[in-house]
């Protein structure tokens, strides 16, 4: 392994890059670097701390020693093993170097992750997969690791023992096609052409959810190319080690369907055939000016997600593909070199190496719930500081335009909208611009923060009341285009609820929380729609609640975190705890608490739409439960005795151990938060001591 202790992390705005420095003195290595890298970080320790006002206190010291200089907190928000091989398949194409020390840490990571079974699964948490496998296999082998290696070895063993890499799905097929892995024969037709379709076409890609249309943006523009890599030596040998048959006699055309059984999680439905049926035929007898026009189409779309996010581009399968796209469209070009350095904002070197995250990070979205928790703890004014630096980081990271002619590219207003990570990714999150408004609400009752114009609060208000769905809930980024009928088309075989922008219990419950909490600051503004809004938002949380009392997650480990938001937001709204939606909600909490006095589900609770439960209970979910009965005022004992399994775990320096990954996407794909156990805990612990303790305690 190399030498952690020279790998320093630059911030800017947010932005994280991890470099290798080889004349760095170790012993100049900061605290959060350290902690970072799994190295002794020298936090402060304390004795075991026997109150929760204590535990708080401790909890929020380990917040403000790991602190960035620019106000937010770095995380690890790796998890999807299906992510690295994009960014180093796309330096092995177009040529850019990611360095020797960078490849090192990303074979240390795949050793780390690697599965008795010889494979590699959907995400770290994961059963092992043809996806993951095919894909980390290759990427190994364009690292440099041998074939006779035991982590290769054991990797084609697993391939092997599942038919081989014929049967990874369409994402797999597509990348090993530009790798020259697998012939465009194998492949389901995505010719660009679709967006030329007219805009009130039901089923135009431009009404799909955001992140897989500018996913099959680029793929189609590069479907239409077709320009695999050129064959070498190395390439030829990876096509005979990752397949059962022989290379050169395999009917391709016969497997544009074909996905393991392992890895499949949504069956092609009987009209995504048919529709890929009929693109095949298009694609026989298209015209090549119609295809002319149609690549010039998708090119001013490209050009418009790159510079709309400076490069960085909105998550980190599209961020390759584009980078690839501009390769191949003006080689290496100025366009092209600012692609490559924004490449380097996903990668993060963590204990386990060197991985990509599911962002450029997760800054702003950790940083809303470390200000909230501290505040809710009661210990705003002994952490002025730390505050105020980060609501300076709130205040940089608002979203200031809208994308140039924004309606033409299929893109929402996002004047005043906060991001998920930076100021300079630039999209529009819902739950993150409703977290922004009412963090910065929240801290108008502290004279030494300066607050933000109230005319930059009236745009946020103005972009979460443009995104509320007429079903009274909100999305993700964008309204909800088209129909449920759409996820007929949705090709990905291991993703669910992919193709449209689907409401979310959580990202309602957040905008439904800032839309109160701006309401008792401005009631005189747009009252009757912020009202509106509201109303809708509760009857829609009321309409989608379970019968036997539960929500279910959509982008975290699952019925306890939508449970939370749930909640609190209609807590907010104006309900009561007897109300039958709540009483029901906290019943079936209790009904699941462990005998040890905590919580905990696992990711199936996400697929399966029911509580799966862990084996042992896991501290965030166990946080996130007690902070929806203290809300209510439920009665104690259950409640002590969550805080007290989540006080048992804490750490002489004041920290938690990360216990699972408690994020997800698309259901069926874990990703990490380790930002969760230091904000949910202390938040939990604060409000226990506030509510319950008396100030001298």
């Not at 393991?260 to 995504?272: G, Q, W």
């Not at 007690?626 to 002590?640: F, G, H, Q, T, Y």
């Not at 938690?656 to 612990?685: H, M, P, Q, R």
Request: hydrophobic share 40%; proline share 4%; aromatic share 12%.
């Amino acid at each position: 392994m190399a030498d952690l202790t020279r790998w320093r992390l630059f911030i800017d705005r947010g932005r994280q890059i991890w470099k290798f420095m080889s004349d760095a003195d170790p012993s100049s290595q900061s605290t959060v670097e350290k902690y970072l890298l799994g190295l002794d970080s020298e936090l402060l320790t304390f004795p075991r701390a026997t109150t929760p006002r204590e535990a708080a206190r401790q909890g929020a010291e380990v917040l403000r020693q790991l602190q960035s200089e620019d106000g937010h907190w770095a995380n690890d928000y790796g998890g999807p093993m299906f992510l690295t091989p994009g960014i180093v398949f796309a330096s092995y194409i177009t040529g850019f170097d990611l360095g020797d020390e960078r490849r090192l840490q990303l074979v240390r990571y795949l050793g780390n992750q690697q599965h008795a079974d010889g494979g590699w699964g959907l995400h770290i948490d994961g059963e092992s997969t043809v996806f993951g496998t095919v894909l980390n296999y290759v990427m190994a082998r364009l690292l440099g690791v041998e074939t006779d290696s035991k982590m290769a070895s054991g990797a084609r063993q697993f391939l092997r023992k599942h038919g081989g890499a014929i049967g990874v799905p369409s994402w797999g097929k597509f990348w090993l096609f530009l790798l020259n892995l697998y012939p465009r024969d194998g492949l389901n037709a995505l010719p660009p052409e679709l967006w030329l379709l007219p805009r009130w076409c039901p089923f135009h890609p431009g009404k799909m959810w955001n992140h897989a249309r500018m996913i099959y943006l680029p793929m189609g523009y590069l479907f239409a190319m077709n320009r695999p890599m050129p064959l070498n030596d190395l390439l030829r040998s990876i096509r005979q080690e990752i397949y059962v048959e022989d290379y050169d006699k395999i009917d391709w055309s016969q497997h544009r369907f074909t996905c393991a059984a392992i890895d499949s999680k949504t069956k092609p439905t009987m009209v995504l055939k048919l529709a890929f049926g009929a693109l095949r035929i298009y694609e026989r007898f298209h015209s090549s000016w119609i295809r002319s026009y149609a690549l010039d189409e998708c090119r001013q779309m490209l050009t418009v997600e790159d510079d709309s996010t400076n490069f960085v581009c909105v998550a980190s399968v599209n961020k390759p593909l584009n980078t690839i796209c501009e390769f191949f469209t003006h080689g290496n070009s100025e366009r092209f070199k600012k692609h490559v350095d924004r490449i380097f904002d996903y990668l993060w070197l963590g204990r386990d190496g060197m991985k990509t995250q599911g962002y450029n990070g997760s800054q702003f979205w950790d940083t809303c719930f470390h200000m909230q928790a501290i505040v809710h703890a009661g210990l705003a004014e002994d952490y002025k500081e730390t505050l105020q630096r980060a609501h300076h980081y709130l205040d940089i990271s608002q979203v200031r335009e809208d994308v140039p002619n924004c309606t033409r590219y299929w893109r929402h207003i996002s004047k005043g909208a906060f991001p998920f990570s930076t100021r300079d990714h630039g999209w529009p999150v819902t739950d993150n611009t409703a977290e922004g408004l009412r963090t910065t609400l929240m801290f108008r009752q502290f004279g030494w923060i300066k607050p933000l114009e109230d005319q930059r609060l009236f745009d946020t208000v103005n972009v979460i009341l443009s995104l509320q769905n007429p079903s009274g809930g909100w999305g993700s980024y964008e309204l909800k285009r088209a129909g449920t009928w759409m996820e007929w088309f949705n090709p990905s075989e291991v993703f669910r609820d992919i193709m449209v922008d689907f409401e979310h219990p959580e990202c309602t419950s957040a905008c439904c929380l800032a839309l109160c909490k701006f309401r008792d600051h401005f009631p005189e503004h747009r009252t009757a729609e912020v009202n509106s809004a509201i109303r809708k938002a509760v009857a829609f949380l009321k309409r989608i609640q379970l019968p036997e009392g539960t929500w279910i997650g959509n982008w975290a480990v699952c019925i306890t975190y939508a449970s939370w938001w749930a909640v609190t937001a209609l807590l907010a709204a104006g309900e009561t705890a007897s109300s039958p939606a709540i009483k029901k909600s906290c019943q079936f909490l209790v009904s699941k608490q462990m005998a040890d006095g905590g919580w905990g589900e696992t990711l199936d609770s996400c697929l399966e739409k029911r509580w799966v439960q862990r084996d042992t209970p896991e501290i965030v979910q166990t946080s996130w439960a007690a902070l929806v009965l203290m809300s209510c005022d439920w009665n104690r004992e259950p409640i002590d005795r969550a805080i007290e399994l989540i006080m048992s775990r804490q750490k002489a320096d004041g920290d938690w151990d990360v216990e699972a990954s408690l994020g997800v996407f698309n259901a069926t794909c874990a990703i990490s938060y380790e930002s969760y156990k230091n904000a949910f805990t202390v938040w939990a612990l604060g409000v226990y001591a506030q509510k319950y303790q008396k100030p001298s305690a």
